[in-house]
């Protein structure tokens, strides 16, 4: 190559080492031509170390000991694994680490040789914040399914505590009438009429018991930044903001306090906010969907609202949106808002909901910047 | 260290501890901590604390415990819990049983400082008035027995001539006397002598450390 | 003697105001009582409650403490101006919450399901002091 095109070789140097990527150009059989500066970076190697020798010493096995075997068959068959497309591999580093990149290959014929063009793009960057992010997401539902047990259960102590006390006094006023109504009553009776208070009570501390034991799903809190936990949020909404179009834009004061919080259970807020933002803006066909979330200070508490251009919430189920099992969505349980209200809660804090103006809803957090627990 | 008007604060979480100690600090208010109730039970007792903070579930010693045992030992200050795991039955007997409140974590800076100073103003009250009664019985205690007598018919709205005639001594005796009393009780008054007469009378044997706070209820 | 009672219990062992939202608790809870001599009479707010202090020397009043539309604190103060003892039952309110009425100058605060026998006691005691 350098023999054929000498006069260019400098030109040629520096657009290959101005790339962001590694290149690497091999002959037919593997010998490295080329090892860029992006590739010396990537890999470790400086150029000398590598320039001359198999291109196999940059791959983990299997790759390594097939590759002789796919140039080969490539050369003969003209039946391609990589060369004329790309795909995911790993690379190995000087240090011995293996790395996902993404590779694709060229092929390239100067004066009867041929030559195979690499582009590599280290993918270890992303594969971590894809690891992050769905740690994540876990983490979230993981939270998300704790405390959908605890309002079930708190719901369903409410439901079924009435009836109990209920049993209960009716079971005592059924004894005590027949035994002013000096019927003879059977110890037996009488104990069956105590069992059934006993019992209607043990319901209830069982269900009390279950609820304290979601509620003591551990709460971990320490001091945060609240634009650092908005930011991971949007993370996770990456992919949906792509696919509808739907804006979201942050607007922060600078030099906004830290907040006493536990970190996961303020994104679960946020990514209910979020996610109800989107589908209402989805539900309503809105084409220009826009969600804004501002963080702003006041004497004593952070205020992080989330507002939406989603079409409204009608003013009659304004009060109602906060309770539990209250739902306008079809598949939805009616918990997620009910459950944020808890967690603001136990932040020492509050959630509402306005209506700053026609088809638009705001849900505000309020978040004290003064708070012990 | 003297812990005269600290409030004492028993937590095993340090976090927390901390975090009340420099919020009562900030306000003002000096503290004492406790990382546990047996720490504070191995300490000489010390009864000059205005007010305790006190954790429930601590390991050892809980503080359910040391608060039965405070009440029972008539502790001169007011008691609050803070808990992270309040129930209402534990609550309700708590203030039942004497605690002057019940906080659930998490609670914010101004309802716990609020709390608070309401029940130093509690106990500081409560020492005064018990801090006058004791000196006042000092002043009567220094009273002779006629002198006493005297005391009783004055406040009793008799006349220098009538307490000379139930007492049999001459009115120019009862005079000195009178002059005497006034004088031994610090009283400006004869209605201030009458006051304090009724204060001796509610606490004939002057042992006001049962402290009621208007809250307690049995 | 009080209770210009009407059931056939013979001597009243005095009067009650019950406010329970739930139909079937209230039911439950009036049979009981009445079965142990109480007259019971049930408010289902606030008006009625004020009404019946008025008009009739109540014993105790015994509260839910979460009734939607009547707060409780309203119910107590409305109560201890006739001096009248409140009880308040419940679960479904915050531990602060209990200890803020019990602090107001409520008598108990049963969490629910309770202990009749616990409501029972209270009530004798009140009557015999009323009796006394």
Not at chain 1, 2 to 31: C, H, M, R, W, Y
Not at chain 1, 36 to 42: H, I, P
Not at chain 1, 265 to 285: F, H, P, R, W, Y
């Amino acid at each position: 190559m350098k023999s054929t095109q000498p006069e260019n070789s400098g030109f040629f140097e520096t657009l290959l080492d101005s790339a962001v990527d590694a290149i690497i150009i091999i002959d037919q059989e593997g010998t490295v031509q080329r090892f860029n500066s992006s590739a010396q970076l990537m890999f470790g190697y400086s150029a000398a170390e590598v320039v001359q020798k198999n291109i196999r010493m940059l791959m983990p096995e299997p790759a390594r000991s097939r590759h002789d075997g796919y140039l080969a068959r490539y050369s003969e068959t003209g039946k391609a694994a990589i060369i004329g497309k790309g795909r995911d591999e790993h690379g190995l580093r000087k240090s011995g680490e293996i790395f996902p990149m993404r590779l694709s290959v060229g092929e390239s014929r100067q004066g009867g040789e041929v030559y195979y063009v690499g582009i590599i793009h280290d993918l270890s960057q992303q594969r971590e914040t894809e690891t992050k992010l769905k740690e994540l997401e876990m983490q979230l539902v993981h939270a998300d399914r704790l405390l959908t047990l605890g309002e079930l259960t708190a719901g369903i102590a409410h439901e079924i505590n009435q009836p109990l006390t209920a049993i209960a006094a009716y079971a005592d006023a059924a004894l005590h009438l027949a035994e002013k109504a000096s019927v003879t009553i059977d110890p037996a009776v009488r104990d069956i009429c105590g069992r059934i208070g006993e019992q209607s009570r043990r319901a209830a501390a069982v269900v009390t018991r279950l609820r304290m034991l979601a509620r003591s799903g551990s709460s971990k809190k320490a001091d945060y930044n609240m634009i650092h936990i908005i930011r991971n949020v949007l993370l996770l909404f990456d992919f949906e903001m792509k696919k509808t179009g739907i804006a979201i834009r942050i607007f922060a004061a600078a030099d906004l306090p830290d907040v006493f919080v536990d970190e996961i259970q303020i994104q679960q807020i946020l990514v209910n906010l979020v996610k109800n933002s989107m589908d209402a803006i989805l539900e309503c066909g809105q084409k220009n969907g826009q969600i804004d979330i501002r963080v702003e200070q006041t004497p004593g508490e952070l205020l992080v609202s989330v507002q939406d251009n989603g079409g409204g919430v009608p003013l009659h189920s304004l009060p109602r949106l906060f309770e539990p099992f209250y739902t306008s969505k079809p598949q939805g349980v009616g918990l997620g808002l009910s459950i944020c209200t808890n967690i603001a809660n136990a932040h020492g804090g509050t959630l509402i909901c306005v209506s700053p103006q026609p088809g638009a809803t705001c849900f505000i957090l309020k978040l004290p910047l003064s708070f012990i627990g | 260290m003297s812990t005269e008007n600290q409030v004492c604060i028993i937590d095993d979480d340090e976090a927390i501890r901390e975090a009340l100690k420099l919020l009562l600090f900030a306000s003002g208010i000096p503290c004492t901590v406790f990382a546990s109730a047996d720490q504070f039970l191995a300490n000489e007792r010390d009864e000059g604390f205005t007010c305790m903070l006190l954790d429930i579930r601590m390991p050892g010693t809980d503080g359910l415990s040391l608060f039965h045992k405070l009440i029972r030992e008539k502790a001169p200050y007011p008691i609050i819990f803070i808990t992270g795991h309040g129930d209402i039955p534990l609550a309700v007997d708590a203030i039942k049983q004497g605690a002057f409140d019940f906080l659930t974590k998490p609670f914010q800076h101004g309802e716990l400082l609020g709390k608070v100073k309401a029940a130093i103003g509690v106990c500081r009250r409560e020492r005064k008035k018990l801090q006058n009664l004791h000196e006042l019985k000092h002043c009567y205690n220094t009273c002779t027995p006629r002198e006493r007598d005297v005391m009783k018919l004055l406040v009793e709205g008799l006349p220098n001539k009538g307490i000379a005639q139930t007492l049999a001594i001459s009115p120019r005796t009862v005079e000195i006397h009178r002059a005497h009393v006034m004088e031994k009780m610090a009283a400006e008054s004869l209605p201030d002598l009458v006051r304090m007469a009724e204060l001796l009378s509610n606490f004939p044997d002057g042992n006001a450390a049962q402290t009621e706070y208007p809250e307690a209820r049995d | 003697m009080r209770g210009t009672s009407k059931t056939n219990e013979g001597s009243a062992a005095g009067s009650l105001v019950l406010i329970e939202p739930d139909g079937n608790v209230l039911d439950a809870l009036k049979k009981l009582l009445q079965g142990f001599g109480w007259v019971v009479e049930s408010s289902p707010g606030l008006d009625r409650l004020r009404q019946l202090l008025a008009k009739q020397e109540v014993t105790a009043v015994i509260s839910e403490a979460s009734v939607p539309g009547c707060a409780a604190a309203e119910i107590l103060s409305s109560c201890s101006t006739q001096h009248v003892p409140v009880i308040f039952t419940g679960h479904d309110v915050s531990p602060q919450a209990a200890v803020d009425l019990m602090q107001k100058g409520a008598l108990d605060f049963l969490e629910k399901p309770f202990a009749h026998k616990r409501l029972l006691d209270l009530l004798n005691r009140l009557g015999n002091r009323h009796n006394e």
